[in-house]
């Protein structure tokens, strides 16, 4: 698949020093499927599906992250969208579904280090203190007046945003964050 990349350009190329600055790296060309359908299908699909609101499981490879009562998003390495869209739609054949190849829409800020949470929370109207934002919690939230979707991991923070406004929040995150 890597050759499938190599004349792409991520929304970020090129702002790698500046995203740095504030530890954060942009996590290039994941694959997105979003998902629609009916919770009570779960058990059907070949990976775990978060039931609770603002969380994500990881399994076979891929994390899903809770969207909406009936909307996950399957994030999964560079190329496997067709896959992940696959085995999704075989596991629902025959129910009413939705499975969307989402990839091309929002590129991934991910922050590292000690003031990633401090950076986060100027301005965010989300509670990112750790007695209520913990890895495995994701939600969706403003951030530089862009709509973004977070998902806290183990020692990161990863930032979804369309790509149209990755430069935006890149300009951004260096504003607020730069020592």
Same mark, same amino acid.
């Given at each position: 698949? =890597? &050759?499938?990349?190599?004349?792409?350009?991520?929304?970020?190329?090129?702002?790698?020093?500046? +995203?740095?600055?504030?530890?954060?790296?942009?996590?290039?060309?994941?694959?997105?499927?979003?998902?629609?359908?009916?919770?009570? +299908?779960?058990?059907?699909?070949?990976?775990?599906?978060? @039931?609770?609101?603002?969380?994500?499981?990881?399994?076979?490879?891929?994390?899903?992250?809770? +969207?909406?009562? %009936?909307?996950?998003?399957?994030?999964?390495?560079?190329?496997?969208?067709? =896959?992940?869209?696959?085995? +999704?739609?075989?596991?629902? %054949?025959? &129910?009413?579904? =939705?499975?969307?190849?989402?990839?091309?829409?929002?590129?991934?800020?991910?922050?590292?280090? %000690?003031?990633?949470?401090? @950076? @986060?929370?100027?301005?965010?109207?989300? %509670?990112?203190?750790?007695? =209520?934002?913990r890895p495995g919690s994701?939600?969706?939230?403003?951030?530089?007046?862009?709509?973004? @979707?977070?998902?806290?991991?183990?020692?990161?923070?990863?930032?979804?945003?369309?790509?149209?406004?990755?430069?935006?929040?890149?300009?951004?995150?260096?504003?607020?964050?730069?020592?």
């Open positions: 698949m =890597a &050759e499938a990349y190599a004349h792409a350009r991520s929304p970020l190329a090129g702002r790698a020093a500046g +995203l740095a600055a504030v530890g954060a790296a942009e996590v290039a060309f994941l694959a997105q499927v979003d998902l629609r359908a009916d919770p009570t +299908l779960a058990p059907r699909l070949p990976f775990a599906l978060p @039931l609770e609101p603002n969380t994500w499981t990881a399994s076979d490879g891929r994390e899903a992250l809770w +969207l909406g009562p %009936d909307e996950w998003l399957v994030v999964g390495r560079p190329g496997s969208a067709p =896959a992940i869209a696959a085995e +999704l739609g075989g596991a629902l %054949d025959g &129910e009413h579904h =939705a499975v969307v190849d989402v990839s091309a829409n929002r590129t991934v800020v991910e922050l590292t280090g %000690d003031t990633r949470d401090d @950076l @986060l929370a100027q301005g965010c109207s989300l %509670d990112l203190h750790p007695r =209520a934002w994701c939600a969706q939230t403003l951030r530089a007046r862009v709509p973004v @979707l977070l998902q806290e991991r183990d020692h990161a923070t990863r930032v979804f945003v369309r790509a149209s406004f990755a430069a935006h929040l890149a300009d951004w995150f260096h504003a607020v964050g730069a020592p």
